[in-house]
């Protein structure tokens, strides 16, 4: 594709192009890439916004290692922002306040602001209540006053959001939506991870746990650092797709778990998807077509869509990749996952596995979250997830004869962190760019002891209940 002028962008399609005549839907893995081209003119505008909502709730007081931790954690990502990138802090209590600048716009990143940021930051105090949809408009309010086309904010909170009417979080999601990506954080153990989910998940960013106060400003630096190296903003997908083909969903998979069905906009003959701003990154993202295998002939290739890549500075397509069908009677080619399809579906399955036992630990039903999780644990393992297997592994205790127990008196943020892992997916591509093969597996379908379901040929386990596979027999 024509190449942003610091980026290099590539993009890969996988799947199994073959159909049979029941099947109604074409799953495929879309990876994209994007990899440093150069550097940004020297002269060039502000290219990055950066604002930091900070809880100051009366409950950040107690312990007091909170607010410390988020003034200290502000003056790290106030030192780490880049010259010329425009910025501002937020204190949000039950309405929101510009603690820095004192003026309507955002402040210019140099030696003079930042000492005055930090200096700001270092007053702020802990009092009043929560309502973070505040705290989000007037983000946005100040984004809208920027000439930066990158904008990234990261949101700190230690308790839920309790100060406004029910229904204004998700109303100020909706009027934030695509206009800046955040980055979701919650401090101490009273907070609620599925609220800091819904936000990062509306806003493009990720959420999760601080299990410890002292870690708080090493995040805040990544966070930073990763915001200042986007400069390629609104980046889009493109799907064209042929006649009696539709899309079901599409879902970012990596580095985390987005549904970005609702995001679609019709462009004219195609349909595009916003993947928000880039730098030198790797994401993934999984597409369900709805096929009509009437139409297609038994036998022959059948184009169903056309996948590239489009940036906003470029007004243009890249290379089109092509998403193929091929309708066949052949089960032993038609059952068969897609290697990187396959390891999609797994995720999304150990997902579920975690979100359950969540659920099951707020109905009060210890039995059902431990079996829960410890198919989480065992799903992990298997897929080598083995950040999220150390979380689960504090929750839950293996017990002779396969026994898995909640263990006793969990710290919460153990608790929290194990629902919001900074990522439950992995890089599922097993195939260098640019490169676009059909993976195929040889060899029947297993089939599962535990459950009866069927698996593909080289599962390590059984996606539906967890059951690891060993040898040639599970």
């Given at each position: 594709?024509?190449?942003?002028?610091?980026?290099?962008?590539?993009?890969?399609?996988?799947?199994?192009?073959?159909?049979?005549?029941?099947?109604?839907?074409?799953?495929?893995?879309?990876?994209?890439?994007?990899?440093?081209?150069?550097?940004?003119?020297?002269?060039?505008?502000?290219?990055?916004?950066?604002?930091?909502?900070?809880?100051?709730?009366?409950?950040?007081?107690?312990?007091?290692?909170?607010?410390?931790?988020?003034?200290?954690?502000?003056?790290?990502?106030?030192?780490?922002?880049?010259?010329?990138?425009?910025?501002?802090?937020?204190?949000g209590t039950g309405a929101a306040k510009l603690v820095y600048?004192?003026?309507?716009?955002?402040?210019?990143?140099?030696?003079?602001?930042?000492?005055?940021?930090?200096?700001?930051?270092?007053?702020?105090?802990?009092?009043?209540?929560?309502?973070?949809?505040?705290?989000?408009?007037?983000?946005?309010?100040?984004?809208?006053?920027?000439?930066?086309?990158?904008?990234?904010?990261?949101?700190?909170?230690?308790?839920?959001?309790?100060?406004?009417?029910?229904?204004?979080?998700?109303?100020?999601?909706?009027?934030?939506?695509?206009?800046?990506?955040?980055?979701?954080?919650?401090?101490?153990?009273?907070?609620?991870?599925?609220?800091?989910?819904?936000?990062?998940?509306?806003?493009?960013?990720?959420?999760?746990?601080?299990?410890?106060?002292?870690?708080?400003?090493?995040?805040?630096?990544?966070?930073?650092?990763?915001?200042?190296?986007?400069?390629?903003?609104?980046?889009?997908?493109?799907?064209?797709?042929?006649?009696?083909?539709g899309l079901r969903f599409v879902k970012q998979v990596f580095?985390?778990?987005?549904?970005?069905?609702?995001?679609?906009?019709?462009?004219?003959?195609?349909?595009?998807?916003?993947?928000?701003?880039?730098?030198?990154?790797?994401?993934?993202?999984?597409?369900?077509?709805?096929?009509?295998?009437?139409?297609?002939?038994?036998?022959?290739?059948?184009?169903?869509?056309?996948?590239?890549?489009?940036?906003?500075?470029?007004?243009?397509?890249?290379?089109?990749?092509?998403?193929?069908?091929?309708?066949?009677?052949?089960?032993?080619?038609?059952?068969?996952?897609?290697?990187?399809?396959?390891?999609?579906?797994?995720?999304?399955?150990?997902?579920?596995?975690?979100?359950?036992?969540?659920?099951?630990?707020?109905?009060?039903?210890?039995?059902?979250?431990?079996?829960?999780?410890?198919?989480?644990?065992?799903?992990?393992?298997?897929?080598?997830?083995?950040?999220?297997?150390?979380?689960?592994?504090?929750?839950?205790?293996?017990?002779?004869?396969?026994?898995?127990?909640?263990?006793?008196?969990?710290?919460?943020?153990?608790?929290?962190?194990?629902?919001?892992?900074?990522?439950?997916?992995?890089?599922?591509?097993?195939?260098?760019?640019?490169?676009?093969?059909?993976?195929?597996?040889?060899?029947?379908?297993?089939?599962?002891?535990?459950?009866?379901?069927?698996?593909?040929?080289?599962?390590?386990?059984?996606?539906?209940?967890?059951?690891?596979?060993?040898?040639?027999?599970?």
């Amino acid at each position: 594709m024509r190449d942003h002028p610091s980026l290099s962008f590539a993009v890969q399609v996988n799947q199994n192009k073959y159909l049979a005549p029941t099947d109604q839907g074409m799953h495929v893995v879309v990876t994209v890439r994007a990899s440093r081209a150069g550097a940004p003119a020297a002269c060039a505008p502000p290219r990055v916004a950066e604002v930091l909502l900070v809880d100051c709730s009366s409950s950040m007081d107690w312990p007091p290692t909170k607010i410390d931790a988020a003034r200290h954690a502000c003056r790290v990502a106030i030192d780490t922002l880049r010259d010329g990138a425009l910025f501002g802090v937020v204190e949000g209590t039950g309405a929101a306040k510009l603690v820095y600048p004192a003026g309507p716009g955002l402040a210019v990143a140099d030696a003079r602001t930042r000492r005055e940021a930090k200096a700001a930051v270092s007053g702020m105090i802990a009092s009043g209540g929560t309502a973070m949809s505040t705290w989000l408009d007037l983000a946005r309010e100040l984004f809208e006053r920027s000439p930066a086309p990158v904008r990234h904010a990261v949101l700190l909170t230690d308790g839920n959001n309790q100060s406004e009417a029910p229904g204004a979080l998700d109303d100020a999601l909706d009027r934030c939506r695509d206009r800046f990506a955040c980055d979701a954080r919650g401090i101490g153990a009273d907070w609620e991870p599925m609220q800091l989910r819904r936000i990062a998940s509306a806003l493009g960013g990720r959420a999760d746990a601080v299990v410890a106060d002292d870690l708080l400003a090493d995040d805040f630096r990544q966070l930073v650092e990763q915001a200042m190296g986007r400069t390629a903003p609104e980046v889009r997908l493109r799907l064209r797709l042929m006649p009696r083909t539709g899309l079901r969903f599409v879902k970012q998979v990596f580095p985390a778990l987005v549904d970005l069905t609702g995001r679609c906009r019709d462009a004219g003959e195609a349909i595009e998807v916003p993947i928000g701003d880039w730098g030198q990154d790797q994401r993934e993202y999984h597409l369900c077509l709805d096929v009509d295998t009437a139409a297609l002939t038994r036998g022959r290739d059948r184009l169903l869509g056309v996948v590239a890549l489009v940036v906003a500075d470029e007004h243009g397509t890249g290379a089109e990749r092509a998403v193929v069908g091929h309708l066949t009677d052949d089960l032993e080619l038609s059952s068969v996952l897609d290697n990187n399809v396959a390891q999609v579906t797994d995720q999304a399955e150990l997902a579920r596995a975690v979100d359950g036992g969540w659920v099951a630990v707020n109905r009060g039903d210890l039995v059902e979250a431990a079996r829960e999780w410890g198919a989480a644990h065992r799903l992990a393992i298997a897929l080598g997830h083995t950040e999220l297997r150390d979380r689960l592994e504090k929750l839950i205790e293996a017990r002779p004869g396969g026994q898995v127990v909640i263990k006793d008196e969990v710290d919460p943020r153990y608790r929290h962190s194990a629902i919001l892992p900074p990522t439950i997916s992995s890089h599922v591509n097993v195939n260098p760019l640019p490169r676009s093969p059909l993976v195929q597996e040889a060899g029947a379908p297993r089939t599962c002891g535990g459950c009866g379901r069927a698996a593909r040929p080289t599962a390590k386990c059984c996606g539906h209940c967890g059951t690891a596979f060993t040898g040639d027999t599970p």
